[in-house]
């Protein structure tokens, strides 16, 4: 059996998982970085994605929206802006945001509207898409 780690997820909230597990992988803002157990300690900003973990052979998605995650040689806590399960994700909802958030993209050209937060709205919704997919 291989070596585990503590990892926790938490948000605002609540406690997303708790749980150990063999891998972990999350989406730092410098790209996505897997941690094992005894692993060395560092600190990471995350950009929204998805973050994938094993446990017991079986790999577990979900989509983090910003956050922090800390890495000890036998824990992962990671504090997300919001996080959810792929199997939580209501896709059809995922699906509305990105469309408006790609229609306030088209307006920005002609309108006042902010177009970072348009951008950042669509990047988070695109990821609750792809994760969904993946928890079918």
Do not use: C, N, W
């Not at 800390?70 to 992962?76: A, F, L, M, S, Y």
């Amino acid at each position: 059996m291989a070596k585990q780690i503590q990892l926790d997820v938490v948000t605002p909230s609540r406690l997303v998982v708790s749980e150990q597990v063999e891998i972990v992988v999350a989406p730092g803002i410098l790209g996505e970085f897997g941690v094992l157990a005894g692993h060395i300690p560092f600190l990471s900003i995350l950009g929204p994605g998805e973050l994938r973990y094993t446990r017991d052979g079986k790999v577990e998605f979900m989509v983090v929206t910003g956050g922090f995650a800390e890495v000890q040689p036998d824990k992962v806590t990671v504090l997300a802006d919001s996080a959810e399960l792929a199997r939580e994700i209501d896709i059809d909802r995922a699906k509305r945001a990105r469309e408006r958030a790609e229609e306030r993209l088209r307006r920005a050209k002609t309108e006042d509207v902010d177009y970072t937060r348009a951008e950042a709205a669509l990047r988070r919704a695109v990821a609750r898409i792809k994760v969904a997919e993946k928890g079918i």
